[in-house]
């Protein structure tokens, strides 16, 4: 798995992209999207029980308790304590608040902020790859409401976010852990990767990348088509030429081998 990047290093290439090749983009972007998502809840759901966090955190004591490996707690705790303030959550982990979680996945697209920028206009437009997205536990307010309660946009319960926090550390624990289940998806072209989220105070979150190129048009047509729209977001395009040039790994090994 690779290790955190930069913010610049997971943001798509740009390219000059018309008007009329925008149109026929789009929809199929979105298609390609949809089914990858589909095919990526599907085999996280396969792989669900090497993921469980029993594997990790071992199983309860008597009392109850989570019986923690040492290194694992004090990897965990780190990584906890150094966000608890942002995130206006308890110092002191409880290991106990993590709860009952059993093992089971949301998927999110990844977003961004980009700032398009032409010489009479600059917006920011919120963007969301087709082909990358977070993985998360579920919790009981969704990502964008988390996202606007700690960015200060929106007032609500800290409970929710905390939740949250802890959640995201255990599943970064859990996937760090299981290097065959990482393998194993890299093997379907699904990779996974620990990216900084700007909009959690750079909290490391689990997400998986499709082994496809995405790219975002250049900015004045971002612009053009995000004010016919209304809306200020945009979804970056996927490389069509790219899915017609894939390859099988496996069958270019073994006709390396047989010659």
């Not at 072209?189 to 496809?212: K, M, N, Q, S, Y």
């Amino acid at each position: 798995m690779r290790p955190f990047l930069a913010i610049n290093e997971f943001m798509e290439t740009e390219r000059p992209v018309s008007f009329e090749e925008l149109i026929d983009l789009r929809p199929r972007t979105n298609e390609v999207a949809s089914v990858l998502q589909a095919q990526l809840v599907q085999h996280l759901e396969t792989v669900r029980p090497l993921l469980d966090p029993a594997r990790v955190l071992g199983k309860g004591s008597a009392t109850g308790r989570i019986s923690w490996m040492e290194k694992s707690l004090a990897e965990f705790r780190g990584l906890y304590e150094k966000f608890a303030r942002l995130f206006r959550a308890p110092l002191e982990l409880d290991p106990d608040s993590v709860g009952e979680i059993g093992g089971k996945f949301e998927v999110h697209p990844w977003t961004y902020i980009h700032e398009a920028r032409t010489e009479r206009e600059t917006r920011k437009i919120t963007m969301t790859s087709p082909t990358r997205w977070i993985v998360s536990y579920p919790n009981e307010m969704g990502l964008d409401r988390i996202k606007a309660i700690v960015s200060g946009a929106e007032s609500g319960d800290t409970a929710p976010q905390n939740q949250f926090l802890l959640h995201a550390l255990l599943l970064r624990l859990v996937v760090e852990k299981s290097p065959r289940v990482v393998e194993l998806l890299k093997a379907l072209r699904f990779g996974f990767e620990i990216l900084p989220c700007p909009e959690l105070h750079g909290l490391p979150l689990v997400t998986v990348r499709f082994d496809l190129p995405s790219f975002r048009p250049n900015d004045s047509l971002i612009l053009k088509a995000t004010s016919l729209s209304g809306v200020s977001a945009f979804i970056e395009l996927v490389d069509i030429e790219a899915v017609r040039a894939m390859k099988d790994p496996t069958m270019e090994q073994l006709a390396k081998i047989v010659g």
